[in-house]
């Protein structure tokens, strides 16, 4: 089994994290990114740190940046450590601890997403939000204009996923454009356009409350367009 950090980056989650980490401990070290948390998230943290000592490490931003200068701070410090991969994904229970040995037990691939199969609580918008970002991202990244099946990956959007190694180094490192949740569609877009193997792996995915609002919908569909936009030639490549 592989050595696995498990990132999670964190802002104002002081009623789910200090779940979230006992739980997830059982199966792997831990590193919180604390994106400015103004609630009792940094306290828990301290007095979890202090219980755990070496199997949890805490990044804490002063100012916030959301998810993806959080996931690439973790992704860092498992570089420096060495982890043969990286597990990102909630803080606030909407993704199942207990999974972790299944994205563990996946095989040799770059990326394992978990594809969300059974929704506890999503609302209709957000299904449909998610299930259209899967068929534009699918066409994204794939070879021909007319190729709309493209990777053919269910789940583009989900945040639960298994990094292997190679793809943590490039991703830590990326001049990442994302801002908030397009970050799952860059990245997969980063491991597709290396030609990394990807799977997809069944999980369980409760809603919970979520920084997702209009203004984040408005980011990813601004980045779905630079990605069209790059397919069809109208912009050059990046980075």
């Known amino acids: 089994m592989k050595s696995a950090l498990v990132v999670i980056p964190a802002y104002n989650e002081s009623e789910t994290i200090e779940e979230v980490i006992r739980k997830t401990i059982l199966y792997c070290d831990v590193s919180v990114t604390d994106d400015a948390s103004k609630d009792e998230t940094p306290k828990i943290l301290a ?99 007319w190729d709309w099946k493209g990777l053919a990956i269910e789940d583009c959007t989900s945040g639960y996923r298994r990094y292997d190694k190679k793809f943590v180094k490039i991703i830590a490192e990326y001049p990442l454009e994302s801002i908030a949740f397009d970050f799952h569609m860059e990245a997969l877009s980063i491991v597709a356009k290396a030609g990394g193997s990807i799977k997809e792996i069944p999980i369980q995915y409760t809603f919970s409350n979520s920084s997702f609002n209009s203004k984040v919908l408005k980011l990813a569909i601004k980045f779905a367009k630079k990605l069209l936009f790059r397919k069809w030639k109208i912009s050059p490549k990046y980075p």
């Not at 909630?90 to 929704?119: C, N, T, Y």
């Open 47 to 145: 007095k979890l740190k202090e219980e755990f000592k070496d199997r949890i490490h805490i990044i804490r931003h002063e100012t916030n940046t959301h998810i993806p200068r959080g996931i690439q701070d973790g992704f860092r410090y498992a570089v420096e450590r060495n982890y043969e991969c990286v597990i990102t994904m909630d803080a606030g229970l909407s993704h199942d601890p207990q999974v972790i040995p299944h994205f563990l037990e996946a095989g040799e691939f770059d990326l394992v997403v978990g594809s969300r199969k059974q929704k506890i609580g999503v609302p209709g918008y957000r299904r449909a939000i998610s299930k259209i970002a899967s068929i534009v991202l699918n066409y994204c990244l794939s070879q021909g204009i």
